[in-house]
């Protein structure tokens, strides 16, 4: 099924990698109304952050739960649930197709859309070498893309740097969602395949997450503003 494109502000993701509630909340507060969409992963769901969720969603916000479950298809698709009943917008697995299976039948019916993440954008073919994959980077993501399609997953998280040849695979039937997005002049951290903004949306990305660079900027608010005009020329 397409995929209906998203608002030029909703593309923007900002992972609120924090300690705990309070500086989450504060830097919500920062950020005002035009960002729309945030990120929770380990470090603050972990921190209590997990009812977050349902307050940022509560308040007419879409939320990206970065979970990255994978485990028994069973105990998948009752985390799934639980995460649905939230109100989060988008809920991360692992692309194992198990996994997979079993994550997009327990979000059917809800508001929940599931995502696989293929390939870590912190990987690169000699991590997966000493991980034991006989397969690269590349080459592993498409198989793994092409695994998820099959199953009705609705969209992939990859590096910016697959968006192209993925969007080649997938057509307009799943969402690309890419980490690893770095604004001209700031830190690429522990990331190894990055790509600017306006590159990531010309590359055919539908959603781009940022976190490090807005969390340690001097004016937070600024630099969002700025990466949302920017994704806004690109689609121009």
């Known amino acids: ?5 998203p608002a030029p502000r909703d593309r923007l993701i900002v992972a609120l990698d924090l300690p705990d509630v309070a500086a989450a909340e504060a830097m919500i507060a920062r950020l005002g109304e035009p960002v729309t969409f945030y990120k929770i992963g380990y470090q603050l769901a972990f921190a209590g952050g997990l009812p977050l969720i349902r307050q940022l969603a509560g308040s007419g916000k879409k939320v990206f739960a970065d979970l990255k479950l994978h485990d028994i298809g069973h105990t998948v698709a009752r985390g799934v649930e639980s995460v649905a009943a939230l109100g989060a917008t988008f809920l991360t697995v692992h692309a194992y197709p198990q996994t997979m299976k079993a994550a997009v039948e327990a979000a059917a019916g809800s508001g929940l859309k ?3 993440v293929t390939v870590l954008t912190s990987y690169d073919d000699a991590d997966l070498k ?4 006989r397969l690269g980077v590349s080459d592993l993501v498409e198989a793994r893309a092409r ?3 099959a199953l009705g997953v609705d969209g992939l998280v990859c590096s910016p740097e697959e968006a192209a040849s993925l969007r080649q695979i ?4 799943m969402s690309l969602v890419t980490p690893g997005i770095r604004p001209a002049g700031t830190a690429v951290g522990d990331q190894k395949r990055v790509m600017t903004p306006a590159r990531a949306i010309a590359a055919g990305a539908d959603y781009l997450v940022v976190g490090r660079p807005v969390m340690q900027a001097a004016d937070p608010k600024a630099l969002a503003d700025a990466i949302q005009a920017e994704i806004a020329a690109a689609l121009a």
């Open 170 to 173: 997938v057509g307009d039937q």
């Open 147 to 149: 695994q998820a399609q």
């Open 1 to 5: 099924m397409r995929q209906s494109k």
């Open 114 to 116: 599931i995502l696989a």
């Open 130 to 133: 000493a991980a034991g994959y």
